[in-house]
T-cell receptor
Framework: AQTVTQSQPEMSVQEAETVTLSCTYD???????LFWYKQPPSRQMILVIR??????QNATENRFSVNFQKAAKSFSLKISDSQLGDTAMYFC????????????FGKGITLSVRP | DTEVTQTPKHLVMGMTNKKSLKCEQHMGHRAMYWYKQKAKKPPELMFVYSYEKLSINESVPSRFSPECPNSSLLNLHLHALQPEDSALYLC?????WGPGSYNEQFFGPGTRLTVL
């Protein structure tokens, strides 16, 4: 079984600053995906970024980037130039490749961006 | 179209009512999911449908009854719910569920359910 740990329940960052959200996971699988989902107060769960485990290069999507350390089983999300619209709950999630695979979510972290 | 839609957005029902939640996707996905989410918590998987057949039931009480009439549509029928069933109900879809499929899930906006 897989586990995903997000140890920080809340974080706050000043607008335009950079913030890093941490996530660790535990698995015996070698092939899997990792995701960061964003859920603003308006509730839609939106995919922010994905990382395939077999890729060594860290994924980036505009202001969002990850630091993927496979050996350490760490998958942190960096948000650069934070904006007020980044205020949301962020979930780290694990998905093993193959049949009948369920998403395993972390507990989530509430990020507040201060004006 | 990369969207999963859900109706209604909000639903208030009494414990003796019967209601249904609807989810629709037109991405050609063959797997669809129902999740229950309490405030400030991650989603909890309830059901998985693959090719219109129920593949996973995570020991959900029978007062929740899923239905998949076709590959684009997923319903959740509700009957005799309890106040503790009040939550956000999320629908999601993915390309597939079987061997070799890519299971990244796309979520709908959810239905906020309140049981009085």
């Amino acid at each position: 079984a897989q586990t995903v740990t997000q140890s920080q329940p809340e974080m706050s960052v000043q607008e335009a600053e950079t913030v890093t959200l941490s996530c660790t996971y535990d698995t015996s699988e070698n092939n899997y995906y990792l995701f960061w989902y964003k859920q603003p107060p308006s509730r839609q769960m939106i995919l922010v970024i994905r990382q395939e485990a077999y890729k060594q290069q860290n994924a980036t999507e505009n202001r969002f980037s990850v630091n993927f350390q496979k050996a350490a089983k760490s998958f942190s999300l960096k948000i650069s130039d934070s904006q007020l619209g980044d205020t949301a709950m962020y979930f780290c999630a694990f998905l093993k490749t193959g049949a009948n695979s369920k998403l395993t979510f972390g507990k989530g972290i509430t990020l507040s961006v201060r004006p | 179209d990369t969207e999963v839609t859900q109706t209604p957005k909000h639903l208030v029902m009494g414990m003796t009512n019967k209601k249904s939640l609807k989810c629709e996707q037109h991405m050609g996905h063959r797997a669809m999911y129902w999740y229950k989410q309490k405030a400030k918590k991650p989603p909890e998987l309830m059901f998985v449908y693959s090719y219109e057949k129920l593949s996973i039931n995570e020991s959900v009480p029978s007062r929740f009854s899923p239905e998949c009439p076709n590959s684009s549509l997923l319903n959740l029928h509700l009957h005799a719910l309890q106040p503790e069933d009040s939550a956000l109900y999320l629908c999601a879809s993915s390309q597939g569920w079987g061997p070799g499929s890519y299971n990244e899930q796309f979520f709908g906006p959810g239905t906020r359910l309140t049981v009085l």
